[in-house]
């Protein structure tokens, strides 16, 4: 059974920096690319930011790019996103989704870490 | 980028019913489409792939069409479980985008 389970979120002001993680299990991780995905209090979901299965290709939405780095640990099955700068507009519940095998569609995603940026 | 418009907003129907949900690209993505459905307090389940493809262990009543800008997912009798909400998301070209959403309600 393919589990992703999002840690890391909390509590952070506006300027501050949280790491957020997502273990997986279930599935042949190091032959998947991976995605994290928001969703805004109420709101719709907005993709955030992509990584390839060797880590190699990282992509990222234009509202986070140059504040927040996708990276994995293929030896721990585990996906990270690293936030700096964060905003305001940054609050959200941060999803883990794995790739399916055909195109950038997510065929399983985890429960979710609420971040909230508060001042 | 890509911007996705679903339509409508709110669908209210009956159960039993028929719903049809649209989904339209503002520019060509192929196929290259997937749907999903989100509960209160739940992760996005996803739907269908590329289009038409139904996902592991989707029911046959979810139907996805369309190619090109113009998308329409279908659910031929809407049972209890099926009042969501329902995503569309291209992933032809970076970045990834989603569509608004369409909030399926019981009429």
């Known amino acids: 059974e393919v589990q992703l389970l999002e840690s890391g979120g909390g509590l952070v002001q506006p300027g501050g920096s949280l790491r957020l993680s997502c273990a997986a299990s279930?599935?042949?991780?190091?032959?998947?690319?991976l995605a994290w995905v928001r969703q805004a209090p109420g709101k719709g979901l907005e993709w955030v930011s992509g990584i390839s299965s060797g880590g190699e290709g990282t992509y990222y939405a234009d509202s986070v790019k140059g504040r927040f780095t996708i990276s994995r640990d293929n030896s721990k099955n585990t996906l990270y996103l690293q936030m700096n700068s964060l905003r305001a507009d940054d609050t959200a519940v941060y999803y883990c989704a794995k790739v399916s095998g055909s195109g950038w569609s997510f065929d399983y995603w985890g429960q979710g870490t609420l971040v909230i940026v508060f001042s | 980028e890509i911007v996705m418009t679903q339509s409508p907003a709110t669908l209210s129907v009956s159960p039993g019913e028929r719903a049809t949900l649209s989904c339209r690209a503002s520019q060509s993505i192929s196929s290259n489409l997937a749907w999903y459905q989100q509960k209160p307090g739940q992760a996005p389940r996803l739907l269908i792939h590329g289009a038409s493809t139904r996902a592991t262990g989707i029911p046959a009543s979810f139907s996805g069409s369309g190619s090109g800008t113009e998308f329409t997912l279908t659910i031929s009798s809407l049972q209890s479980e099926d009042f969501a909400v329902y995503y569309c998301?291209?992933?032809?070209?970076?970045?990834?985008?989603f569509g608004g959403g369409t909030k399926v309600e019981i009429k």
């Open positions: 998301q291209q992933y032809h070209n970076w970045p990834l985008t």
């Open positions: 279930g599935f042949a991780f190091s032959s998947y690319a």
